[in-house]
């Protein structure tokens, strides 16, 4: 499941393949992935570009395509939606000699974020068609009942599994950072910490205690912008582990602002870590969300994949 380009590979900039398959999730962004679609074309086609488009129902039509598009020796992607979008077609793509792009058209938008795309996807099209490859890291999550899958940006359960699971539902019309954290109030007002119990690293170290938040992040932010993990990067062959064992209302109201304004969590007792794998049971069993798709139930492996997939990326100062 692992590609591995070498370092020159990432430094350089590649004659791109003349033949791209564009990818979209019709329901991503409020319909925005759909009203895009004819300008990406115009402005492929007149690069030359030979395009196949592919608009999807659901996530599963659209890793069902990806997968089609890979076995017909697709080798280049663009996925026009957001983080649930792109994890579709990582799923579909990991493995094989491929190289993708990110148009963000979504809701959150995280992993354009780490890749230091502009956010408008006109904007975003244009500077990774003049970018470089870039090998990026993912998260293998290992559910309960055998479920595998990948994700890209942020995961986690409690509060955060709520939250996702709400922005999902009747806040899925809101606008950007305002969508989760709408979300993340209303599931406030009806969670219960529930006792958990982590190792991180294969036991070298345990927390077991009850939790608000766990949460582990390959990207610094997660929730359209909100700094969880600002230390993280995707290529630096570990995650970023986020947990809270308690948040009282007050506590949450004097954070509100700044998370608005800036995507600041100032929580004195956030504890943070780095690991490559992390293991999470809980009793019942929960739900572990990535990328602010529900996964699976725990209990749950997680796990870094070091350098997974090839994006196109801007070009740094040192490139």
């Known amino acids: 499941m692992t590609f591995t380009p070498s370092s020159d590979d990432a430094q350089k900039s590649v004659s791109l393949p003349k033949s791209v398959v564009v990818i979209a999730n019709a329901r991503s962004g409020r319909g925005k992935s759909r009203d895009l679609l004819h300008a990406i074309e115009a402005r492929l086609r007149h690069q030359e570009f030979a395009v196949n488009i592919y608009e999807a129902s659901d996530a599963a039509d659209l890793q069902l395509r990806a997968r089609e598009m890979v076995s017909n020796g697709a080798g280049l992607f663009f996925a026009v939606g957001g983080d649930g979008t792109l994890q579709s077609v990582v799923n579909a793509v990991c493995g094989h000699n491929v190289l993708l792009g990110v148009i963000p058209a979504g809701g959150g938008n995280d992993f354009a974020r780490a890749l230091n795309l502009p956010l408008k996807p006109l904007a975003a099209?244009?500077?990774?068609?003049?970018?470089?490859?870039?090998?990026?890291d993912l998260v293998k999550v290992s559910a309960s009942g055998g479920v595998t899958r990948l994700y890209l940006g942020g995961g986690g359960i409690g509060l955060d599994a709520a939250t996702a699971k709400i922005a999902n539902g009747i806040?899925?019309?809101?606008?950007?950072?305002?969508?989760?954290?709408?979300?993340?109030?209303?599931?406030?007002?009806?969670?219960?910490?529930?006792?958990?119990?982590?190792?991180?690293?294969?036991?070298?170290?345990?927390?077991?205690?009850?939790?608000?938040?766990?949460?582990?992040?390959?990207?610094?932010?997660?929730?359209?912008?909100?700094k969880?993990?600002?230390?993280?990067?995707?290529?630096?062959?570990?995650?970023?582990?986020?947990?809270?064992?308690?948040?009282?209302?007050?506590?949450?109201?004097?954070?509100?602002?700044?998370?608005?304004?800036?995507?600041?969590?100032?929580?004195?007792?956030?504890?943070?870590?780095?690991?490559?794998?992390?293991?999470?049971?809980?009793?019942?069993?929960?739900?572990?969300?990535?990328?602010?798709?529900?996964?699976?139930?725990?209990?749950?492996?997680?796990?870094?994949?070091?350098?997974?997939?090839?994006?196109?990326?801007?070009?740094?100062?040192?490139?």
Do not use: C, M
Not at 176 to 203: F, H, M
Not at 274 to 297: N, S
């Open 171 to 226: 806040f899925k019309n809101w606008p950007g950072r305002w969508r989760y954290i709408a979300s993340a109030i209303r599931a406030y007002a009806t969670y219960k910490p529930q006792l958990v119990r982590i190792a991180i690293d294969s036991s070298v170290e345990e927390i077991s205690r009850n939790s608000t938040i766990a949460s582990v992040l390959n990207t610094p932010t997660l929730g359209a912008g909100i």
């Open 228 to 319: 969880l993990a600002p230390d993280a990067r995707i290529d630096d062959g570990v995650l970023d582990f986020a947990f809270l064992e308690k948040l009282s209302f007050g506590e949450l109201l004097s954070a509100l602002p700044r998370l608005a304004l800036q995507g600041r969590l100032d929580l004195p007792l956030l504890i943070r870590r780095k690991a490559r794998k992390i293991r999470i049971e809980t009793d019942p069993p929960i739900y572990f969300h990535g990328d602010g798709e529900l996964i699976g139930l725990t209990p749950i492996e997680i796990e870094v994949v070091p350098n997974a997939v090839r994006f196109l990326a801007p070009k740094t100062a040192e490139s």
């Open 125 to 136: 099209l244009d500077a990774a068609l003049s970018g470089t490859p870039r090998a990026v």
